[in-house]
């Protein structure tokens, strides 16, 4: 729980777990987003690795520290609830109000939607990766001089790409398109591209 103090500002005053570590950072972080979303009662805060979703009622906020993989649209729900049971309440209840609230939250949440929220981060994450690897494999096909090595590395990313697409991406850079045809077929004689029978697409051997 997070009350504002006229000299320090938020402060953190009730907590639970009672070991968890949240820095001064994320707290002035927290509040300055308040300041600056005062049409909302709630924000989310997303920074290095910091993912918190809170709920302002007055001059307190009940904040949530979420897990990496969780989203902080699934807790929207929650928070209202939540600022009235814990936030008007008198300061020697709301110690057990947030640890109930914690039980409350964890028991709403089933299991399976937690196993699909992981699934849905860690796609999320493996999208973000290829993509990482997309744009380093473009940055080296800019960087080539061989146009062998070009065409695969396109094909490696492009797969199922038409001749005139390569033509057009690849085939400007060099001495025409019949470089980047010629270029193919020898790719193609060696195994390392094929070029399907059906529409006429090439892919990597």
């Known amino acids: 729980m997070i009350s504002w103090d006229p000299f320090e500002g938020a402060v953190i005053t009730h907590q639970f777990p009672p070991d968890l570590v949240i820095d001064s950072n994320t707290i002035q972080t927290i509040d300055i987003t308040h300041q600056f979303q005062q049409e909302s009662p709630w924000i989310v805060v997303e920074d290095k690795g910091i993912k918190v979703i809170s709920y302002l009622n007055g001059q307190k906020a009940v904040a949530l520290l979420l897990l990496p ?31 109930e609230s914690f039980s409350f939250i964890q028991a709403e949440i089933p299991v399976n939607e937690i196993v699909l929220l992981d699934f849905a981060n860690q796609i999320e994450q493996l999208k973000e990766e290829i993509l990482d690897t997309k744009n380093r494999i473009r940055t080296i096909i800019d960087q080539s001089g061989n146009l062998s090595t070009k065409i695969l590395l396109y094909l490696a990313i492009n797969d199922g790409s038409t001749l005139e697409k390569i033509e057009h991406d690849i085939g400007v850079h060099f001495e025409g398109p019949e470089s980047v045809k010629s270029t193919l077929d020898e790719l193609v004689d060696k195994g390392l591209a094929r070029v399907s029978e059906i529409n006429g697409t090439y892919h990597v051997g």
């Not at 928070?79 to 008007?88: D, G």
């Open 69 to 99: 993989n969780e989203i902080p649209a699934t807790f929207v729900k929650f928070l209202a609830q939540l600022s009235e049971f814990v936030l008007l309440v008198d300061d020697d209840k709301i110690l057990q109000r947030l640890q």
